[in-house]
Antibody
Framework: QLQLQESGSGLVKPSQTLSLTCAVS??????????WSWIRQSPGKGLEWVGH???????YYNPSLQSRVTMSVDTSKNQFALNLTSLTAADTAVYYC?????????WGQGILVTVSS | DIQMTQSPSSLSASVGDRVTITCQAS??????LNWYQQKPGKAPKLLIY???KLESGLPSRFSGSGSGTKFTFTITTLQPEDIATYYC?????????FGGGTKVQI
């Protein structure tokens, strides 16, 4: 059974950079036909697509975050990562990683990131 | 961006009731519509993909229909464990966009 696990900084100061990693187990991130994604959910609010990346490194980002977001993939460690710069309180959210096939079929449990001084 | 308008935003129903949620897309997304269930403190769970295909292993009381711009999600006989928030997601074009969610209460 595929499993995804987010890790990273849970408390970040305004203007700093968020760095999260999603470790994938029970399957290879390099297997064809899938991409790997980040989705976030602000407290008490809905879901927002952040972006996704293929094992080749090709990536697609939400235009609303385009200038601040970078994703990367490390097939040797079977993980992928999210960097989000110039943080503000509006970036406070639970960040989920997920596998993308016909839909988001496997999700991590989510990690709460709070932007506060 | 494709806007997904989901309704109602919340509903109250009884065990055994039929529950229907709709999502309207701002442009044609053919069949590329997913439905997810989210319980408090948990990640969303895929229920329906390609508008009407039930994810493997899930009970048949969940179903989806529609194409183009109008989609419907139905729980034929509401169970206590179905209390959750449900979201639609258009999978047709980037940026992917979610509906605002429907909170189902008993």
């Amino acid at each position: 059974q595929l499993q995804l696990q987010e890790s990273g900084s849970g408390l970040v100061k305004p203007s700093q950079t968020l760095s999260l990693t999603c470790a994938v187990s029970g399957g290879s991130i390099g297997s064809g036909g899938y991409s790997w994604s980040w989705i976030r959910q602000s407290p008490g609010k809905g879901l927002e697509w952040v972006g996704h990346i293929y094992h080749s490194g090709s990536s697609y980002y939400n235009p609303s975050l385009q200038s601040r977001v970078t994703m990367s993939v490390d097939t040797s460690k079977n993980q992928f990562a999210l960097n989000l710069t110039s943080l503000t309180a509006a970036d406070t959210a639970v960040y989920y990683c997920a596998r993308v096939g016909f839909a988001y079929d496997f999700w991590g449990q989510g990690i709460l990131v709070t932007v506060s001084s | 961006d494709i806007q997904m308008t989901q309704s109602p935003s919340s509903l109250s129903a009884s065990v055994g009731d039929r529950v229907t949620i709709t999502c309207q897309a701002s442009q044609d997304i053919t069949k590329y519509l997913n439905w997810y269930q989210q319980k408090p403190g948990k990640a969303p769970k895929l229920l329906i993909y390609d508008a009407s295909k039930l994810e493997s292993g899930l009970p048949s009381r969940f179903s989806g229909s529609g194409s183009g711009t109008k989609f419907t999600f139905t729980i034929t006989t509401l169970q206590p464990e179905d209390i959750a928030t449900y979201y639609c997601l258009q999978f047709d074009s980037l940026p992917l966009t979610f509906g605002g969610g429907t909170k189902v209460q008993i």
